[in-house]
């Protein structure tokens, strides 16, 4: 097995991985124990990066070479490149539905 076999089995392995964690919502966002205010940015935060990650973790599912070309990894999700996509994905997706 070739070197780049074994890293693109190794994004698809820990692609699923983060796939469960990325899905499962946490109403206690923050973590204190505790469902208070407090956890609404973080619950705003899992559905804003919601496009961006999916897109992220069908990368590392389904075309791990391209991202692995991209050094995309399960620890890029609620990041920056995620912040970037999602909102153009969010922005699209309102204004195909306007157009319906
Ligand atoms: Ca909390």
Redesign the pocket.
Known sequence: MSKSLGLEAQIMTAADAAWAERWQFV??????????I??AM?WLGWVFFAPGDWLLLMLMSHAPSIALFFEITPAMLYGTLSGIVSPVIWISLLLIEEWL
Do not use: R
């Open positions: 109403k206690d966002a923050n973590g204190d124990g505790l469902i208070t407090s956890d973080g």
